[in-house]
């Protein structure tokens, strides 16, 4: 990548740029739209199934504190209770715990998508640098990062207030319930604190996400300098790009004069133009321009076209159309093929008949050519 050169960074960045960008693992993230997910979805979890939880942690302490004489004298029912306990918790809070993942995994997907790419997940060692690190703790990022940190404190605070100022009464008669019904309302008390909570991150979230696509966009942003080095990168340099065009257009003049032998007429103007027409009446519906060219090039066809004993056929009107009408290896225009059909049974009479018309000029200068293909 080029230097700045002083040069401000004013250019949207291009497609080549974003590609990389997200090779490397730099993608647009809101770390407080990912928390607002999560509280969201640990509230609907606990919603839709905090009754299922709640019942499968009674059975297991019902069946903790209700020991049979068995198990009692038996030394090892300790460890046994304890795995059997782990195990049935686990996969009593399996839903709740693989709705947080997905929600985990999901979440950053809708801002910047993921990036698998090995330099997004590789070890960077330009992260350990102490100087850049103390440039993002006391740059602007790093005093928006406070700027938010102070934010979400703030309002998470205020969220926990409002919650124990209307459920002071609730928290503390949690004690005197039932073991049953006290978990049922302390799930009720937390559901409502976590939704308290996302409404104040909320407010973070829409300040937030606008701000790191904005920011991502700009960190990316290029100086035009750096434009023409990707273009000249991309697309090649000027010079290069030039000697491949010619290439490309000597490859294609030699595979259209190795064309030529095969016409069955070259229709001349008669220096200017050159035409060569092949038809085949089994194959073809009407005559294919097989080679064009004009001044020189059309001294080349005349050239091969004498060489392979290829009839040239002077009618400047018919191929000064043709030249214009019809590209190489298309089909003449069906305003043409009355003229056309003129030329080409005067060619195959001639050659029926073995007449030397390599040594005579051919000509055909009236054919009938519509006004509106004609051309000066």
């Given amino acids: 990548m080029a230097q700045d050169d002083g040069q401000e960074r004013t250019e949207e960045a291009?497609?080549?740029?974003?590609?990389?960008a997200r090779e490397k693992g730099q993608i647009a993230r809101s770390r407080e739209l990912n928390t607002l997910l999560m509280l969201l979805a640990s509230a609907a979890g606990l919603m839709f199934l905090g009754e299922d939880i709640i019942a499968g942690i009674?059975?297991?302490?019902?069946?903790?504190?209700?020991?049979?004489?068995?198990q009692i004298f038996d030394t090892n029912y300790p460890v046994k209770l304890f795995q059997s306990t782990v195990a049935d918790m686990l996969l009593t809070l399996s839903p709740f715990f693989s709705i947080s993942v997905l929600v985990a995994l999901l979440a950053p997907s809708l801002l910047g998508g993921w990036s698998f790419s090995l330099k997004a997940i590789g070890f960077k060692w330009n992260k350990l640098d102490?100087?850049?690190?103390?440039g993002r703790v006391f740059g602007w990022q790093g005093v928006m990062e406070l700027v938010k940190a102070i934010a979400k404190f703030t309002l998470v605070l205020i969220a926990a207030i409002v919650v124990l100022w209307f459920f002071l009464d609730e928290f503390l008669g949690l004690g005197s319930e039932p073991v049953k019904k006290g978990m049922v309302h302390a799930a009720e008390l937390i559901i409502w604190a976590f939704l308290t909570a996302s409404l104040?991150?909320?407010?973070?979230?829409?300040?937030?996400?606008?701000?790191?696509?904005?920011?991502?966009?700009?960190?990316?942003k290029m100086t035009r300098q750096e434009i023409k080095d990707e273009f000249k990168d991309t697309e090649g340099k000027p010079e290069i790009k030039r000697r491949v065009r010619e290439v490309q257009m000597e490859m294609s003049r030699r595979r259209m004069m190795a064309e030529v032998p095969?016409?069955?007429?070259?229709?001349t103007n008669p220096t200017h133009f050159a035409i060569a027409l092949r038809y085949d009446q089994a194959k073809m519906a009407a005559p294919v321009v097989v080679a064009k060219g004009a001044d020189l090039i059309a001294a080349e066809i005349r050239r091969v076209a004498t060489e392979a004993n290829v009839p040239l056929l002077s009618s400047p009107a018919l191929a000064r159309s043709i030249y214009y009408t019809t590209e190489l290896n298309e089909e003449i225009p069906a305003g043409l093929y009355k003229a056309a059909a003129m030329v080409l049974a005067y060619v195959f009479q001639i050659r029926k008949g073995r007449r030397n018309y390599r040594s005579r000029r051919l000509s055909m200068p009236n054919v009938p050519i519509p006004d509106e293909l004609k051309r000066e």
């Avoid at 291009?14 to 990389?20: A, V």
């Avoid at 095969?262 to 229709?267: S, T």
Wanted: proline share 8%.
């Fill in 200 to 220: 104040g991150l909320s407010i973070v979230a829409v300040v937030d996400v606008p701000f790191q696509i904005w920011n991502h966009n700009k960190q990316l």
């Fill in 14 to 20: 291009t497609p080549k740029r974003q590609r990389e």
């Fill in 262 to 267: 095969k016409a069955d007429v070259i229709i």
């Fill in 130 to 134: 102490p100087i850049k690190g103390m």
């Fill in 58 to 70: 009674e059975a297991s302490i019902d069946t903790a504190l209700t020991p049979t004489r068995q």
